[in-house]
């Protein structure tokens, strides 16, 4: 996929001891391994680490540099759960299946910190996440969500907050009440990322950067990978590049589509007034369709998300507008400049769910995170390298889940999403 913008300075690059930029050489020549992984994303880096640790050869290949794509700078929100609901996976698969998928959402948030302790990744990672309620529709759905996960799930880390208990972890206006998940959290997505690709290196895993591939052809035992100056043969495939696939694999682009998202990073703020509005330090998202989420940084910033583009092309006057919102959040922060402000692309599959699955037996695929990568992607490199190993049970649970192709085609699929975004904007202000 051809990016419509070119990726503006994040402060993650920017605030990162490795610099946001190809450091490993390209690959040059024809090599062999056992398992090609193509995307240096949190995904592949785990895929290439845990089949590394597994005794297997591999060789990654990253078209720009590692964490270059989402995995380097989302809004670092590890979340438990799916976009899509469980009502809609207990309704396609039952509530068995939905039930153990919940699980391996739980067990994505255990890995993620499983991984950081493992490899001493430094990465600021804090416990605590809270959805926060906009509207009193939404505290309704809070509490619904709440008794869904208490009772059905026996998920205890959830707790709901009236506006009040809320003042603990947000001091806002805006909000009317939350839920609080001490079991979610945040973190540095680049540091982590990057920490991820040095302990996949350490297992003896090798890694390029500069190196698209470019086709791959699959047969009976062998999988041939051409890159603009070479090429791997391996047994196995595993495809985790996303939406930057693109030609790639043109059967899995048309089930999944790239939609930009967008983060500002305020002037670090003073200690006392960062702690006054976030005193918990708690990663926080509302509950609107096209919503807000923020956190503090390492340094006392604040990282506000917000505004999609399902058009692809970047909004006009965007660090303003995201300002405004910012403000519109906390407006004690309302002479308070921005001095970063960047964004990119996560894969959104027309359901929401997560997209797992094999384009020939040996040739494996994850997408469409639909932004819930954070943690998802982790876990999805260790299923895919399971899998690999003899052990795909947990891996085909994903695969089970039903995906179709985006409507209207190559030309009329973003215009036809754009205006059906445009229904829930307006749910939103109403």
């Not at 068995?96 to 991984?115: G, V």
């Not at 804090?126 to 509490?143: D, F, G, I, M, P």
């Not at 809320?166 to 945040?186: E, F, I, K």
């Not at 956190?295 to 505004?307: A, I, K, N, T, V």
Request: aromatic content about 8%; overall charge positive.
């Amino acid at each position: 996929m051809r990016l419509a913008y070119p990726p503006a300075p994040s402060w993650y690059a920017a605030s990162s001891a490795t610099p946001a930029a190809p450091s490993r050489a390209p690959l040059a020549g024809e090599t062999r391994a056992d398992v090609v992984v193509v995307g240096g994303g949190i995904a592949g880096c785990s895929a290439a680490l845990h089949l590394a640790e597994r005794g297997y050869r591999v060789a990654l290949l990253e078209a720009r540099f590692i964490g270059y794509g989402a995995s380097g700078r989302s809004g670092g929100q590890t979340i438990f759960g799916y976009a899509v609901g469980q009502q809609t996976l207990k309704a396609q698969l039952g509530t068995d299946t939905a039930r153990r998928l919940f699980d391996l959402s739980i067990e994505a948030l255990e890995l993620t910190r499983e991984l950081i302790r493992a490899h001493h990744i430094e990465c600021d990672y804090r416990s605590n996440h809270v959805h926060v309620a906009t509207k009193r529709r939404h505290l309704t759905e809070l509490a619904q969500w709440a008794a869904e996960l208490h009772e059905e799930y026996g998920y205890e880390s959830v707790q709901l907050l009236d506006r009040t208990a809320l003042q603990a972890h947000v001091v806002s206006p805006r909000y009317l009440g939350g839920l609080l998940d001490t079991r979610s959290g945040h973190l540095h997505p680049l540091k982590y990322t990057q920490g991820l690709a040095r302990a996949a290196e350490a297992a003896g895993a090798t890694l390029y950067e500069s190196t698209p591939a470019l086709e791959f052809r699959s047969g009976p035992g062998e999988v041939r990978v051409r890159t603009p100056e070479g090429a791997v043969r391996a047994a196995h495939l595993v495809l985790c590049g996303n939406v930057y696939l693109g030609r790639l694999a043109p059967t899995l682009s048309r089930r999944i589509l790239g939609v930009g998202t967008y983060i500002i990073a305020s002037r670090p703020l003073p200690p006392q007034l960062a702690r006054e509005l976030l005193p918990s330090n708690a990663a926080v998202a509302d509950l609107n369709w096209i919503l807000d989420y923020f956190r503090r940084s390492s340094d006392e910033r604040l990282l506000f998300g917000g505004r999609v583009s399902y058009s692809a092309f970047q909004p006009p006057r965007l660090a303003e507008s995201m300002r405004r919102r910012m403000v519109h959040v906390f407006p004690r922060l309302t002479h308070v400049p921005v001095e970063f402000t960047w964004g990119g692309y996560l894969d959104i599959t027309l359901s929401r769910a997560p997209d797992f699955g094999r384009l020939a037996r040996n040739v494996y695929y994850v997408q469409g995170f639909s932004g819930h990568g954070m943690t998802l992607t982790a876990l999805a490199g260790k299923l895919m390298a399971e899998a690999i190993a003899g052990t795909a049970e947990r891996f085909d649970l994903f695969a089970r889940i039903p995906h179709r192709n985006f409507p209207g085609g190559p030309v009329l699929r973003r215009p036809s999403l754009v205006l059906a975004m445009l229904y829930y904007r307006l749910r939103d202000l109403l």
